[in-house]
């Protein structure tokens, strides 16, 4: 069974603290991991889509990695405003999306 | 140009009743899919449309829930006879390529 795991549940940062974010996957065939930003009380936002070991992929403050078993999100010197939380999900043999439950990042001034 | 709409934003039913929420999907997306996401919860499919083949429906809970979409583009979720448990925020995505955009949602309250 395709399974997801984010890691940490909450994160609370300084402004300018660079941190990672991590999402762990079993999944027997990985046809693309994607994250997603979500803001309270509106539906996720799409950043990235990775398809295989290696790759990286950037937009502002925000990279994203991947292996064969996880993927990052590295957040370098954020502001309040990219306070959301951070959704991770994989694609394998449908189309369909297995999401982690997220990781809730919060940063202050 | 416009993303993916749902109507309503919010919708408060008493437990045994049907409820039907709404999906625009973002125009020329063939791909259309709908999600859950409870308290606590991560995302959970629940249906999946794709031009006019048949419905992948391998996430769908119960017989209580179905969806259709007329026309390959407007997308109806029906969720007959609610119970508490079916309270969560309905979110619809829709997609070109391999890349879904999601819609605001549709809080569902049973009560």
């Known amino acids: 069974e395709d399974q997801v795991t984010q890691s940490p549940e909450a994160l609370r940062l300084q402004e300018g603290e660079s941190s990672s974010l991590n999402c762990s996957y079993t999944?027997?065939?990985?046809?693309?991991l994607f994250w997603y930003r979500q803001d309270p009380g509106k539906g996720p936002e799409f950043l990235f889509t990775?398809?295989?070991a290696g790759e990286e992929k950037e937009k502002e403050r925000l990279k994203a990695t991947l292996t064969k078993k996880e993927s990052f999100l590295h957040i370098t010197a954020p502001k309040p405003e990219d306070s959301a939380t951070y959704l991770c999900?994989?694609?394998?043999?449908?189309?369909?999306?297995?999401f982690g439950k997220g990781t809730s990042l919060l940063v202050t001034p | 140009g416009a993303g993916v709409s749902q109507s309503p934003s919010n919708k408060v039913t008493e437990k045994g009743k049907d409820v039907e929420l709404r999906c625009d999907p973002i125009s020329g997306h063939t791909a259309l899919y709908w999600y859950r996401q409870s308290l606590g919860q991560g995302l959970e499919f629940l249906i999946y449309?794709?031009?006019?083949?048949?419905?992948?429906k391998s996430g769908l809970p119960s017989d209580r829930f179905s969806a259709e979409r007329t026309g390959g583009s407007v997308s109806t979720l029906t969720i007959q006879r609610t119970q508490q448990e079916d309270s969560a925020v309905y979110l619809c995505a829709s997609s070109s390529d391999n890349e879904q955009y999601f819609g605001p949602g549709t809080r569902l309250t049973v009560t």
């Open positions: 999900a994989v694609q394998a043999d449908g189309y369909a999306l297995n």
């Open positions: 990775l398809y295989s």
């Open positions: 449309f794709q031009g006019n083949s048949a419905p992948d």
């Open positions: 999944v027997s065939g990985l046809r693309g």
